[in-house]
């Protein structure tokens, strides 16, 4: 599952890059605009993992206290 559109047009960015690192991935043919796509792309999905988290924080504190005291819910009819 993605986080943007997959089918959004590319747009044009300006990056300063350390020229050596740079060199590097151009001798290793390294698609420099597909590898920082992929990375900002887990970047995005992992803020908005933290960002989800934080926003339930409150929830899932509740949910687990519940369970806690009174246990999982329907746990009298599991056969395991």
């Known amino acids: 599952m993605s986080h943007f559109d ?3 047009p590319k747009r044009a960015v300006n990056l300063s890059l350390n ?3 740079l060199q590097q991935l151009k001798a290793l ?5 597909q590898t920082v796509e992929q990375h900002l ?3 995005l999905r992992e803020a908005r993992r933290q960002q989800w988290l934080a ?3 409150a929830a899932i504190a ?3 206290q519940c369970v806690a005291e009174e246990g999982l ?3 009298s ?3 395991f």
């Open 6 to 8: 997959l089918a959004a």
């Open 55 to 57: 926003e339930n924080q």
């Open 29 to 33: 043919n390294i698609n420099l605009s």
């Open 62 to 64: 509740a949910y687990n």
């Open 41 to 43: 792309a887990e970047v």
């Open 19 to 21: 020229a050596d690192l």
């Open 77 to 79: 009819y599991r056969m």
């Open 73 to 75: 819910p329907l746990e």
